[in-house]
């Protein structure tokens, strides 16, 4: 069997995007059925580069860098998960235009599903993990965002609050919680994160309402011990959103990192029913 580490390493080479508010970054890893995948505020596509290695041949996985993330410049305009949103719009539009399967977490999973919603001809199969857009705006979240806003108290505050919301056990926790770190510690990192929790807030940030419309066979893989989104906040989802299926997982806000096999596990039969039912309605 052919090592689909070694696969990545060399096909995954780094390119930019020209969108709408300026130039991102991705790379895109073996060839095949497009799985886009989108992460978190403060982290980089590298959170996924241990679940990509473990794709079977077929596929051909896509990941990002958020604007002032990683090799991104910050761009036009501020850092919201609006803006973040329209980037994932764009991004499928150009290297899958025919639909992906669309992969994100956090404010990631935000814009994932809010393509599910906005345009759906673009989205096969829709995967949440730990997904922003659905825990409410409650006023202890309001003023949480408020105060993630400030980028004097992100940059003091943000070591132990990745520290607790990762839950690390593995190197590659470890290596995305360091990744946080240093996104928030300098500008255009640190303006950007803070930026993006500012949005956080905003009604556009909330897509409950909008769930029941999403008609992508959805997959909800959260952490049990997320602090950040809980997973009461999955069931609920779940429960909005009829024939999705809800995985939990022993692990924190970023399950991919912590057990990239558990989630491959559940990502690859997933993917492949989501593509071949759109082969079948092709075929109809």
Not at 22 to 39: K, N, Q, R, S, T
Not at 163 to 191: I, K
Request: aromatic residues 6%; hydrophobic residues 45%.
């Amino acid at each position: 069997m052919t090592d689909r580490s070694v696969i990545c390493d060399t096909v995954a080479a780094m390119s930019y995007l020209q969108t709408s508010t300026g130039p991102v970054a991705y790379d895109e890893c073996g060839e095949g059925l497009p799985i886009v995948m989108l992460p978190s505020g403060a982290h980089d596509r590298h959170d996924y580069d241990e679940l990509r290695s473990l794709l079977p041949e077929g596929y051909r996985s896509i990941s990002l860098d958020w604007p002032g993330h990683g090799e991104s410049p910050a761009g036009e305009g501020a850092a919201t998960a609006m803006r973040f949103a329209d980037v994932a719009e764009q991004l499928v539009e150009r290297l899958a235009p025919t639909g992906a399967v669309v992969l994100g977490n956090s404010v990631g999973g935000f814009a994932a599903a809010r393509m599910a919603i906005r345009r759906p001809e673009l989205v096969r199969g829709l995967v949440l993990l730990d997904s922003g857009g659905f825990a409410g705006r409650p006023l202890q979240v309001r003023a949480f965002c408020a105060l993630m806003s400030r980028p004097w108290f992100l940059r003091r505050i943000y070591p132990a609050f990745s520290t607790l919301y990762m839950r690390s056990r593995t190197p590659a926790d470890r290596r995305a919680r360091d990744v946080g770190v240093a996104t928030t510690s300098r500008d255009p990192g640190l303006r950007a994160v803070a930026q993006l929790w500012r949005s956080f807030a905003s009604p556009e940030h909330d897509l409950r309402g909008a769930a029941a419309s999403i008609a992508a066979p959805t997959l909800l893989i959260w952490g049990r011990r997320d602090p950040v989104i809980p997973v009461r906040v999955a069931r609920r989802l779940a429960a909005r959103l009829p024939g999705s299926e809800l995985v939990v997982l022993d692990t924190g806000h970023v399950p991919h990192t912590s057990d990239p096999e558990a989630v491959a596990a559940r990502l690859i039969p997933f993917a492949a029913a989501a593509f071949r039912e759109v082969a079948r309605g092709r075929a109809a």
